[in-house]
């Protein structure tokens, strides 16, 4: 609508540019267009080791005291 996703690639791209090795980088998402573009960008860059193979998803007791935390879809990569 307002090129978020573009905005979320180009910051894709340059936030592993911008750490230190061995820092991390963590990204929520709550959509599956923007979880997709951040599982392909990880994959993509090998400067990034990927530490969450799946998604990490709030669990039942977050998602009931708060609804809309539940399609947020959380991944975490450290960069070598």
Known sequence: MNDELKSLEIALRRIPGCLR?????????????????????????????ILTRRPVRPEEKEIAANPRARSA???????R
């Not at 879809?73 to 960069?79: F, Y």
């Open 21 to 49: 090795s061995g820092a991390r980088m963590a990204v929520i998402s709550f959509h599956s267009l923007e979880d997709r573009r951040v599982k392909e960008a990880f994959l993509a860059d090998e400067h990034l080791k």
């Open 73 to 79: 879809k959380l991944r975490v990569a450290e960069k």
